[in-house]
């Protein structure tokens, strides 16, 4: 059960707050196709990239 309510939990944000959702996951932008995959990065905020 817990696992379904948070499924539908993330989706809820999702779709009304998606820049929680990118900063959630590290992204300095929202990718209007979806983001690329991901798996280690390191965050640089004086250029807001990832490297």
């Known amino acids: 059960m817990q696992i379904?309510?948070?499924?539908?939990?993330?989706?809820?944000t999702?779709?009304?707050?998606?820049?929680?959702?990118?900063?959630?996951e590290g992204q300095?932008?929202?990718?209007a196709d979806g983001a690329p995959l991901i798996l280690f990065v390191i965050p640089d905020d004086d250029a807001q990239?990832?490297?």
Do not use: S
């Open 4 to 12: 379904f309510v948070g499924d539908l939990h993330g989706l809820n």
């Open 14 to 24: 999702l779709e009304h707050q998606p820049a929680k959702i990118a900063a959630i």
């Open 28 to 31: 300095y932008g929202i990718h």
């Open 49 to 51: 990239t990832t490297r």
